[in-house]
């Protein structure tokens, strides 16, 4: 019978720990601010918003912005259907800390 009420009391204060950290959403990182409104001017409001997402600047998009040639070939790729996502996942633009928020978000 002791070992009964032992476990009991020891599932009591295990159970409702494990069940909460399970249930809790993840904590978005904050990405805001400055930074993210000068990278909004310079690069576009796109690329502001993928940042406060945890999504980093790509070196394709700096040399959109210097040359022409970079711009037909991103329209060469967007027309044979390259998406986002691949491109994220090739470069492995997104920010470590938000993999689990995001991955969270998309899946509410």
Same mark, same amino acid.
Request: aromatic share 12%.
């Given at each position: 019978?002791?070992?009964?009420?032992?476990? /009991?009391? /020891?599932?009591?204060?295990?159970?409702?720990?494990?069940?909460?950290? *399970?249930? *809790?959403?993840?904590?978005?990182?904050?990405?805001? =601010?400055?930074?993210?409104?000068? !990278? =909004? #001017? #310079?690069?576009?409001?796109?690329? =502001? +918003?993928? +940042?406060?997402?945890?999504?980093? /600047?790509? @070196?394709? $998009?700096?040399?959109?912005?210097? @040359? &022409? !040639?970079?711009?037909?070939?991103?329209?060469?790729? !967007? +027309?044979? &259907?390259? @998406?986002?996502?691949? /491109?994220?996942?090739?470069?492995?633009?997104?920010?470590?800390?938000?993999? $689990?928020?995001?991955?969270?978000? @998309?899946?509410?």
């Amino acid at each position: 019978m002791r070992k009964f009420l032992v476990w /009991i009391l /020891i599932l009591s204060f295990l159970l409702p720990s494990l069940v909460f950290a *399970q249930s *809790q959403e993840p904590i978005k990182p904050e990405r805001k =601010g400055l930074t993210s409104c000068l !990278i =909004g #001017c #310079c690069f576009g409001s796109r690329v =502001g +918003y993928m +940042y406060n997402e945890g999504v980093g /600047i790509r @070196t394709w $998009e700096i040399l959109e912005l210097l @040359t &022409g !040639i970079a711009v037909i070939v991103s329209l060469i790729e !967007i +027309y044979n &259907g390259k @998406t986002w996502t691949e /491109i994220e996942q090739k470069e492995e633009l997104r920010d470590p800390e938000f993999k $689990e928020w995001h991955k969270w978000m @998309t899946n509410k």
